[in-house]
């Protein structure tokens, strides 16, 4: 069982940056391959960017690469996703979720979420 908890949302103007941190209790967090998924105003849930357990391998979204970085601390039982260049089209709440499973992309995948922290980017 992992539970997790999101911090670090708030309401930035387009061009700014902003970290979100999700911290992990347990002491299998490194076990687990980690990501961050975003739900918009009416739309679906969709996968933003992924940390691969072990190797640290890292995925993202064509619509975030080159703009967000998703980064874990093991010691600190921490995943964050810093945001570069926030567009007013990032307005969504912002979830961490954890996964032993392989299909990163995949939101199904996925067996552990946190509560969500919105992200509010006025343009």
Known sequence: QVQLVESGGGLVQAGDSLRLS???????????????FRQGPGKE???????RR????TYYA????????ISRDNDKN????LMNSLKPEDTAVYYCAATSGIFLM????????????QVTVSS
């Open 45 to 51: 849930r969709e996968f933003v960017a992924a940390i």
């Open 54 to 57: 072990g190797d640290d391998s």
């Open 106 to 117: 995949i939101k199904q995948t996925y067996n552990y979420w946190g509560q969500g922290t």
């Open 22 to 36: 999700c911290a992990a209790n347990g002491r299998t967090f490194s076990s687990y391959n980690m990501a961050w």
């Open 62 to 69: 064509d619509s975030v690469k080159e703009r967000f970085t």
């Open 78 to 81: 921490t995943v964050y996703l």
